[in-house]
């Protein structure tokens, strides 16, 4: 459940210096409160330490450093009051992409298929860097590079935490579950070779901010599976959540990956095989119980024939 904005916090804000402050939305893991209008936000954090903001104001510093005509977010100051982190950040422009896109369209809305496209490419360009690699993943404690030195081991090794934690729900209802998590480590030792990037890991519409005309501005919300890796494993995710429940959510996910590979040249199979590994690292993110509609698309994710058939199954 999402929390709701607090008055207490808006009334904080406005007694320490930002006497316009005011409640602007709230998400899984806080509320966000614009300080300065169009300039300065206050993010409240429900689900991240102290400790945690700072690897990602790290992470943060180093790709502002590396990016370049589009926007990345900037963390000007941590604290933390009475136990509750607190970040002040610089405010994105533009409005989220997410409002252009109408869930039940038969047909992907073409500029912002080539909004996402164009962010990918943008991040695809960015080398990999210590602070890209330091981040935890999910709702793991560490970065899934540190006890790895190849990208299959970082996600193999994820894959295979989350499959302990989880499998059991998955092995009730998807169909030889083990003989996918080894052709997904198997196709993962393929990809070895491949130049790493920076990999935002849950690049969706409600990420990208963009102009009046449809040109993406900033991209934000890093963290859920950022990371140092492939980058068509961004993209692989991208077209996957693109429109994940609408009554057209097939086509559409079927444009958007031609689009993809038209565009990024990654090959089909490759992408299909990715949502194979997301789908066995996300399918519990939001339930551990595994009973919400993110749970039942990755189930039947793993059970597409594509899919299958990119892992040789």
């Not at 954090?45 to 900037?74: C, H, N, V």
């Not at 030889?176 to 080894?182: G, P, V, Y």
């Not at 030792?189 to 040109?215: F, W, Y």
């Not at 490759?270 to 009973?291: E, F, H, I, K």
């Amino acid at each position: 459940m999402r929390p709701k904005l607090d008055p207490k916090w808006t009334e904080y804000f406005r007694q320490n210096g930002y006497p316009g402050a005011r409640g602007l939305s709230t998400g899984m893991e806080g509320a966000v409160y614009s300080l300065v209008e169009n300039k300065l936000v206050a993010k409240v954090w429900l689900s991240r330490s102290l400790s945690e903001l700072q690897t990602l104001k790290k992470f943060y510093d180093a790709l502002m450093d590396a990016a370049g005509r589009i926007t990345t977010p900037y963390i000007q100051e941590l604290k933390e009051i009475d136990g509750t982190p607190i970040s002040i950040e610089r405010y994105l422009t533009g409005s989220p992409l997410q409002i252009h896109l109408d869930e039940n369209s038969e047909h992907a809305n073409q500029a912002a298929v080539d909004a996402v496209i164009d962010v990918l490419d943008f991040l695809r360009t960015l080398p990999p860097c210590a602070e890209f690699g330091q981040l935890a993943v999910l709702n793991e404690q560490v970065s899934p590079w540190k006890e790895a030195n190849s990208w299959s081991g970082a996600l193999g090794q994820t894959i295979e935490r989350c499959m302990r934690r989880y499998g059991h729900q998955l092995a009730n209802v998807v169909p030889n579950l083990d003989r996918i998590e080894a052709a997904v480590r198997d196709f993962l030792k393929t990809r070895d070779g491949i130049p790493m990037s920076l990999v935002h890991g849950d690049l969706c519409g409600a990420n990208i901010m963009v102009d009046e005309t449809g040109q993406p501005l900033s991209v934000f919300d890093f963290g859920f599976l950022s990371t140092v890796g492939d980058a068509a494993f961004d993209a692989s995710i991208s077209s996957a959540i693109f429109n994940m429940y609408g009554p057209y959510a097939r086509e559409v996910d079927n444009e958007i990956t031609e689009a993809m590979v038209r565009a990024l040249g990654y090959p089909k199979e490759v992408l299909m095989a990715y949502r194979a590994a997301y789908s066995l690292l996300t399918s519990n993110a939001y339930s551990p119980a595994g009973t919400d509609g993110h749970f039942r698309w990755c189930v039947a994710m793993l059970r597409r024939e594509d899919v299958r058939a990119s892992l040789d199954l």
